[in-house]
């Protein structure tokens, strides 16, 4: 129940959003610097 209250607060789902892009970013950059 908690977990479930956590993870819909909206705010921790901003902050989840903000990782999954620096994230797809980071993986941006490793993908350039490879090819």
Request: proline content about 3%; charged content about 25%.
């Amino acid at each position: 129940m908690i977990k479930k209250n956590r993870v819909t607060h909206p705010s921790v789902l901003k902050v989840s959003q903000e990782l999954d892009l620096n994230i797809f970013s980071l993986q941006k950059m490793v993908l350039l610097k490879l090819v």
